[in-house]
């Protein structure tokens, strides 16, 4: 029976991309390569995070205002707000409109948030296995051939998140980014 992707076995196929042995644990102390291999993936997950996907954005969300502040928790990367610009500075939104960070109210909004790898759907580990895997090569051993392989497996492992984005979406044209974008312009 097959199981969801773990760290573990993320960590393995960095580790045979170039050519050294598996591990069965990341508990204890580890050896280099585990620890780098283990923080590429953690790296590229965070990377991948960066961009709103239906797995980690979620529509219609508050965030509560202390009366002076809002405290954004540390695995949001992302607010958005239909009308007003805001960005998140430290643990804090911060309003770009009017330049602070004085927030008297709770805000509505959209979050994006950063997973763990452990948290991410299945297409989504894929996609962060093998370009950690790629990235880790590139900073050990940096080989051509090793990265030619790696390459063409990232693209296609992108093209199924890609294929996974589109297939649990509810999208349409408007729900693009860049319609969104020019559709929230202020006149």
């Known amino acids: 029976m097959a199981t969801k992707s773990t760290e573990l076995e993320a960590v393995n196929i960095c580790l045979n991309v ?4 598996s591990v069965n644990s990341l508990t204890g102390t580890l050896p280099f390569e585990v620890t ?3 923080n590429i993936i953690s790296e590229t997950a965070r990377e991948l995070c960066q961009d709103s996907y239906i797995f980690n954005t979620e529509k219609d969300v508050t965030l509560s205002s202390d009366g002076t502040n809002v405290a954004v928790g540390a695995h ?3 607010f958005k707000h239909a009308s007003v610009n805001y960005v998140i500075r430290g643990t804090q939104l911060y309003n770009m409109d009017d330049g602070t960070l004085v927030i008297p109210a709770d805000v509505l909004g959209t979050i994006t948030y950063l997973l763990d790898f452990e948290d991410l759907p299945e297409a989504a580990k894929r996609y962060v296995n093998i370009r950690a ?3 880790y090569a590139d900073r050990l051993v940096g080989s051509k051939d090793i990265r030619a392989f790696t390459e063409r497996d990232e ?3 992108k093209g199924q998140l890609t294929h996974y984005q589109e297939g649990t979406g509810d999208f349409n044209m408007l729900s ?3 319609v969104v974008s020019m559709l929230n312009r202020r006149i």
Do not use: N, S
């Not at 170039?18 to 042995?21: K, L, R, T, W």
């Open 18 to 21: 170039i050519g050294e042995a």
């Open 176 to 178: 693009h980014p860049d």
């Open 155 to 157: 693209i296609e492992a």
């Open 133 to 135: 895997a790629r990235v």
């Open 76 to 78: 949001i990367i992302i």
């Open 36 to 38: 780098l291999a283990r």
